[in-house]
């Protein structure tokens, strides 16, 4: 999953920004409102969660609300403020948020407004992703195989592998290109080194193939990797 923190207090973002990025989620942080705009308005990168600062230079949280909103995206949006008044958090949720938290706040309660805001949006992620026989586990980071109930093989995985199973397991049979995984699974100007894709697949296949999984990913030369599901996976 991936989200788009606007935050202009360094401190503040630097903790959000380390927390989340603890619990497996993509990560992109801005500290001003037209810059955020701008990698929201990037086709390559799809967002399925936004943390707004009401106050930021550029754009206000709220107007990149209101743009977002107007552009007919119903991506979350989270606004973080010290503005606690009545009329304040009317205004945000009318904005088009959809959720407000007041600062000061702990890590943990804005986890769990996250979680609400999952639990409520049917397009993210569920606590678990099955395909066929296979289960990927969001509250344990685990991959298991289910062909034999009974006796379920099961792998835990890093956040990275944990990352790029469940973009695979969301497209499968479809090729998706070493770009596509850049964009979606690595920070924007974080610039990884050229071969990072395949060493993560590399890694990926081995720890998959503790469980005879390593056949799932294919590599489609010249375009890509395939997630390969089919009746008999």
Known sequence: MR??????????GEAIKRILTQKAYVVDWVQDGIEAWDYLENQW????????DWLLPGLSGIELCQKIRHKGSFIPI??????????????????????????PFGMGELLARLRALQRRSPQLQPQKLQLNHFILDYQFYTFSDHKNPAHPLT???????????????RHPNQIVTRDQLLGQLWEVGSEPESNVVAAQIRLLRRKLSEIGCDHLI????????????????
Do not use: C, H, W
């Open 155 to 169: 792998i835990s995985l890093t956040n990275k592998e944990f990352q790029l199973l469940d973009y695979f397991m």
């Open 78 to 103: 989270l606004i973080l403020t010290a503005k606690d008044t009545e009329a304040d958090k009317i205004m945000g949720l009318d904005a088009g948020a959809d959720d407000y938290l007041v600062k």
């Open 3 to 12: 989200i788009l923190l606007v935050e202009d207090e360094p401190d503040l």
């Open 218 to 233: 294919e590599t489609v030369y010249g375009l890509g990797y395939r997630f390969l599901i089919d009746n008999d996976s």
């Open 45 to 52: 990168t799809q967002y399925t969660l936004a943390i707004f």
